[in-house]
């Protein structure tokens, strides 16, 4: 009998993952207090390390930017003609588009529920953010499914900002990421059971890094990339 409540316990905390990156709707309550608790603002102040590279009037789309925070930063640093926020987790997007309501910023955001194959054929942006989201996927997934999508949205000569953990030789890096994915493999039930080689994957996808900024000791990086032709 315990054992039956426990396997339900789970299976509704966890909820079944729709996507490869996971269903993060019980994890949003408690993400911010999460991420603070174990990297204080770091995390936060590594998403924005390069936006002031990003030209103004920019076309930008942001997927998985869970609760919203970037939003604030983008919106008054970048001042974009339009911004496409793409998020999986309802929850995660409700609290985001909530942010709008309790403070109101100028800009024209459009809310849409769903991953990259949720964006139009003919959409194209200026500017892709993915902060702290390549980390969910296997290689597989990010070569076969995420990057080619997310590539064919970008303009020919647009800019993609990566933030997001990278491997290194340190084992506390190491520990700590290990203990991070299975903390969200078991709540979010995303893929991955290791981080992917993601800038190895860019390349393959055909982009080039322009700039990258280190942060939290090496363990993060905030990049800018873009397509190696421009057609
Ligand atoms: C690890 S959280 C990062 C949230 C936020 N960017 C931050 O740094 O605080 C990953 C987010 O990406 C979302 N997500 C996962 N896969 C996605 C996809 N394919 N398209 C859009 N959002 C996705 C999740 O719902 C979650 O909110």
């Known amino acids: 009998m315990l054992n039956y409540r426990l396997c339900s316990f789970f ?3 966890r909820a079944q993952p729709q996507y490869p990156g996971g269903n993060f709707d019980w994890v949003a309550p408690l993400y911010d207090a999460l991420s603070f608790f174990v990297f ?8 924005t390390l390069l936006l002031g590279e990003l030209q103004p009037g920019a076309s930008i ?18 001042q974009p003609s339009q911004v496409l926020y793409l998020e999986t987790s309802a929850r995660m997007l409700a609290q985001a588009s909530g942010r709008m309501f309790q403070k109101p910023i100028l800009g024209s955001v459009e809310f849409r529920l769903g991953d990259e194959t949720a964006l139009r054929p003919d959409e194209r942006f200026d500017v892709i953010i993915t902060p702290f989201v390549l980390d969910l996927f296997t290689e597989q997934t990010l070569a076969q499914r995420m990057l ?3 590539r064919q949205a970008l303009n020919p000569d647009g800019h993609w900002l990566v933030t997001d953990f990278v491997r290194t030789d340190k084992w506390t890096h190491q520990a700590l990421l290990w203990l991070m994915i299975t903390f969200f493999r078991l709540t979010a039930g995303i893929e991955t059971r290791q981080l992917a080689n993601w800038p190895r994957l860019l390349r393959k996808a055909g982009l080039i890094r322009l700039e990258s900024r280190s942060a939290v000791g090496g363990m993060v990086v905030s990049e800018i990339w ?6």
């Open 11 to 13: 299976t509704t905390m």
């Open 40 to 47: 204080g603002r770091s995390l936060q102040r590594a998403q």
């Open 61 to 78: 789309l942001i997927v998985g930017g869970g609760t919203g925070f970037l939003l604030e930063p983008i919106l008054t640093q970048c």
């Open 148 to 150: 080619p999508r997310l």
């Open 226 to 231: 873009r397509l190696a032709t421009v057609s």
